[in-house]
């Protein structure tokens, strides 16, 4: 019998119902069952569908993710208990919970955001790929559509936040800008493919310019758009902007190269602050082809390795990464008494259990 603990995991923070059984750092299946066509026509996630959707779908996400793993005997239960919409958490630790009880196992709490930290440390069902020689201090960059944080990183458990968004996150700005300019639902995906068939030739502002400190803003650059739309741009029949998919091209890669020049700098900014050996990325943003490039070419500049999940489905929600994290939590003992065990919406990056 394998040391490693085998882990059900269950991630429920937004829209997306995701079960995962992990095996240590390994994935054994990884199951995600997206909601965005029945959030389209709102043009984002409306908490009752979410909840109601998580509450109908979960046994049969869970079902599929054992069966595809194996059924093998678990461990331990791992949920996400935050940050994220409440009564999503809510049907994922409900049924977490539950599941637990009846099968007398142990049960996990877990930081979504630890998670996507973590994620680069997932290895294939076969141990293939994945982290396995990490060196420390590493500096964590987490980019997605809630969340926009440097992390500086001793160990497993050992974080300190170097700095946050201070209003909107990356992506969060990525899809208000793509619903001024019509792009449908979700936006940001469809605005960094717009990007890539376009020239950046409108200057938009580059946030927070005269500061020195790790902390990112969004919100003006997204009010900078919204300004140079009602002001520079023709109207059509209904007085909305004529908006032209050659416009669209060059205006979401203008767009873009304002947000990747705000957070090269702040990454390059706590590369010289920290001096990491290593760089880990996560987050739904960082499937951005051209931002993983971008963030390489910048590491690369101070000698640096980046290291990122295997699979494109690691990158935006997922149990996988829940499990990963699990796994760490487990060797600690850090089990949570499913009484007490309740959701955190508003939950922060985990607090170093040691001093940085």
Same mark, same amino acid.
């Given at each position: ?35 965005? !066509? ?32 194996? /059924?093998? /005997? ?16 809510? +049907? ?33 069902? !076969? ?121 669209? +091209? ?5 767009? +873009? ?39 390489? +070419? ?19 929600? /997922? ?38």
């Amino acid at each position: 019998m394998s040391k490693e603990p085998t882990i059900l995991s269950i991630e429920t923070s937004l829209d997306d119902t995701c079960a995962a059984v992990t095996r240590g750092t390994r994935v054994l299946s990884n199951i995600v069952s997206s909601q965005t !066509r029945y959030h389209e026509e709102w043009g984002g996630t409306v908490p009752d569908i979410a909840k109601r959707l998580h509450k109908e779908w979960l046994p049969k996400v869970v079902a599929l993710a054992l069966k595809s793993a194996g /059924n093998p /005997n678990l461990s331990a239960i791992a949920v996400t208990i935050g940050p994220g919409l409440a009564p999503s958490l809510e +049907q994922g630790i409900d049924f977490g919970k539950n599941l637990a009880i009846s099968r007398k196992l142990p049960i996990i709490a877990v930081n979504h955001l630890e998670g996507h930290l973590l994620a680069p440390y997932a290895k294939t069902r !076969r141990g293939t790929r994945g982290l396995t020689n990490p060196v420390y201090p590493a500096l964590g960059f987490l980019i997605s559509g809630g969340h926009t944080e440097l992390v500086l990183m001793r160990g497993i458990g050992e974080y300190k936040l170097l700095g946050g968004t201070l209003d909107d996150a990356a992506g969060e700005a990525y899809d208000k800008v793509a619903r001024m300019l019509l792009l449908g639902y979700p936006g940001g995906p469809i605005l960094a493919e717009m990007a890539k068939s376009g020239k950046p030739i409108y200057r938009l502002p580059e946030p927070m310019t005269n500061r020195k400190d790790l902390n990112f803003s969004f919100s003006g650059l997204k009010t900078a758009a919204r300004h140079f739309l009602e002001r520079d741009l023709p109207a059509d029949e209904e007085g909305k902007p004529a908006l032209t998919k050659e416009f669209i +091209q060059d205006f979401a890669a203008s767009f +873009q190269d304002a947000v990747f020049r705000h957070l090269m700098k702040r990454f390059r900014l706590a590369i010289e602050l920290h001096s990491p050996h290593m760089i880990l990325l996560g987050g739904g943003v960082v499937s951005n082809v051209a931002l993983r490039k971008l963030a390489r +070419q910048t590491a690369k500049e101070c000698a640096l390795d980046v290291h990122i999940p295997y699979s494109k489905k690691l990158f935006t929600d /997922n149990a996988a990464m829940i499990g990963v994290t699990a796994s760490f939590k487990f060797a600690r003992a850090e089990f949570t008494d499913p009484r007490s065990l309740d959701r955190l919406p508003n939950l922060n990056f985990p607090k170093s259990s040691a001093p940085l």
